[in-house]
């Protein structure tokens, strides 16, 4: 394992702000991209998990990377027992959705802030999972074929995503995920159409739903961290609301958890993985964001001016490039080469970056592979320091 510790210690030394080999390649691929490249139908692939191992493999063997997420895989034999409303598969493609739902009432903030676990388990999951609402015995039923499924078979297939991903040396960055508050209210529990009248109605309640919720998410990640002392694997976040507030709304229910949570799980030693989705190209919010734990972050936003990004969150914490993903797939291959020189210019003059793309391609209109062999080529070999 020397190429993995090698790794390792190049991407640590850069979240701590020390000098570095080379930028590390972090580099995502979605179920439906790795299935296209290697020939796979992925509607049928994903009931057939044991299907989609060697063809991860065979995108890590083609594709030059460090570091990965391994497969983000919500398995529909999961969602279809549970009867989900929060994740439903496309039959068409496979793909799976997460359409809104308001799995919430607006009159039960008052149950959610006196007792946030009997409101969830007793409401709100309910209304998410269907099979969860029905009459007992068959909602145990229900949840006793979904915990089978995930003992016997979804830990297998990460088992196997694991050994797959440490035969060729690479870091597995996740380790378990939360929700700025916020964001696990508006997008999971109340939907956004909700959110943005409660907002109108009842600002309190939310403030105070929030820190319900912070203390319920701090305690999640807690029980289900398995990073080492050194702090990786990392948790990880990503955050789409904020582009969607006001400053003030942002300002009152967004960032007092938010910044709560970060520095709560940072003093305890873990590692952050934050992603901004949205368009930040202004710099949106970047002066509380400046604010956030030092030394212990990964960022990455969406969309940006990496110039700016580098430096002000790039200051204390290590940041992504996050390559435009349109390149690969509307420009030539040069221009795509020329692009990444660009990014990798502005991010080595700071030294405290590393390469990925702005989203995770869903498909080859997102991205073509040959043209992102190119660039990471070209990473690989131009960015040493």
């Given at each position: 394992?020397?190429?993995?510790?090698?790794?390792?210690?190049?991407?640590?030394?850069?979240?701590?702000?020390?000098?570095?080999?080379?930028v590390?390649?972090?580099?995502?691929?979605?179920?439906k991209y790795?299935?296209?490249?290697?020939?796979?139908d992925?509607?049928?692939?994903?009931?057939?998990?044991?299907?989609?191992?060697?063809?991860?493999?065979?995108?890590?063997?083609?594709?030059?990377?460090?570091?990965?997420?391994?497969?983000?895989?919500?398995?529909?034999?999961?969602?279809?027992?549970?009867?989900?409303?929060?994740?439903?598969?496309?039959?068409?493609?496979?793909y799976?959705?997460?359409?809104?739902?308001?799995?919430?009432?607006?009159?039960e903030?008052e149950?959610?802030?006196?007792?946030?676990?009997?409101?969830?388990?007793s409401?709100?999951?309910?209304?998410?999972?269907?099979?969860?609402?029905r009459?007992?015995?068959?909602?145990?039923?229900?949840?006793?074929?979904?915990?089978?499924?995930?003992?016997?078979?979804?830990?297998?297939?990460?088992?196997?995503?694991?050994?797959?991903?440490?035969?060729?040396?690479?870091?597995?960055y996740?380790n378990t995920?939360?929700?700025?508050?916020?964001?696990?209210?508006?997008?999971?529990?109340?939907?956004?159409?909700?959110?943005?009248?409660?907002?109108?109605?009842?600002?309190f309640?939310?403030?105070?739903?929030?820190?319900?919720?912070?203390?319920?998410?701090?305690?999640?990640?807690?029980s289900?961290?398995?990073?080492?002392?050194?702090?990786?694997?990392?948790?990880?976040?990503?955050?789409?609301?904020?582009?969607?507030?006001?400053?003030?709304?942002?300002?009152?229910?967004?960032?007092?958890?938010?910044?709560?949570?970060?520095?709560?799980?940072?003093?305890?030693?873990?590692?952050?993985y934050?992603?901004?989705?949205?368009?930040?190209?202004?710099?949106?919010?970047?002066?509380?964001?400046?604010?956030?734990?030092?030394?212990?972050?990964?960022?990455?936003?969406?969309?940006?001016?990496?110039?700016?990004?580098?430096?002000?969150?790039?200051?204390?914490n290590m940041?992504?490039?996050?390559?435009?993903?349109?390149?690969?797939?509307?420009?030539?291959?040069?221009?795509?080469?020329?692009?990444?020189?660009?990014?990798?210019?502005?991010?080595?003059?700071?030294?405290?970056?590393?390469?990925?793309?702005?989203?995770?391609?869903?498909?080859?209109?997102?991205?073509?592979?040959?043209?992102?062999?190119?660039?990471?080529?070209?990473?690989?070999?131009?960015?040493?320091?």
């Amino acid at each position: 394992m020397k190429k993995y510790q090698e790794r390792l210690d190049n991407f640590m030394r850069g979240l701590r702000g020390e000098k570095m080999d080379y930028v590390p390649i972090m580099i995502d691929f979605e179920p439906k991209y790795i299935c296209q490249y290697t020939g796979g139908d992925n509607l049928e692939v994903s009931w057939n998990y044991d299907d989609l191992i060697p063809r991860y493999d065979q995108v890590l063997q083609d594709f030059d990377m460090d570091i990965t997420t391994g497969i983000f895989f919500l398995p529909p034999q999961r969602s279809a027992s549970l009867g989900s409303r929060l994740w439903v598969q496309n039959r068409r493609n496979g793909y799976m959705q997460h359409p809104e739902i308001s799995a919430m009432e607006a009159d039960e903030y008052e149950m959610l802030i006196e007792d946030p676990m009997y409101c969830i388990v007793s409401k709100i999951l309910p209304r998410m999972y269907t099979e969860l609402g029905r009459e007992a015995p068959y909602n145990s039923l229900a949840f006793a074929r979904a915990l089978l499924y995930t003992k016997k078979q979804f830990e297998d297939f990460y088992s196997k995503i694991y050994e797959t991903t440490m035969e060729h040396e690479l870091l597995l960055y996740y380790n378990t995920m939360f929700y700025c508050p916020f964001d696990l209210l508006a997008d999971h529990l109340r939907g956004i159409t909700q959110i943005s009248l409660d907002i109108h109605r009842k600002g309190f309640l939310i403030e105070k739903a929030c820190d319900v919720l912070l203390d319920l998410m701090t305690e999640y990640v807690e029980s289900t961290n398995l990073a080492g002392t050194d702090g990786f694997p990392v948790a990880c976040t990503w955050s789409h609301l904020p582009p969607m507030l006001r400053p003030k709304q942002f300002e009152r229910y967004y960032w007092p958890t938010f910044k709560k949570i970060c520095e709560r799980l940072t003093q305890k030693g873990i590692t952050l993985y934050i992603n901004f989705q949205g368009d930040y190209s202004k710099g949106l919010y970047y002066d509380y964001y400046r604010e956030l734990p030092e030394n212990s972050l990964l960022i990455a936003v969406e969309q940006q001016d990496f110039k700016q990004t580098v430096k002000t969150l790039g200051e204390h914490n290590m940041v992504s490039c996050s390559y435009p993903l349109h390149y690969l797939s509307d420009l030539t291959t040069r221009e795509c080469i020329e692009k990444a020189k660009e990014l990798m210019d502005i991010g080595m003059e700071k030294g405290r970056f590393y390469f990925g793309l702005d989203r995770s391609a869903q498909d080859f209109r997102d991205a073509d592979p040959d043209k992102l062999k190119e660039v990471l080529a070209f990473v690989r070999a131009y960015g040493h320091y």
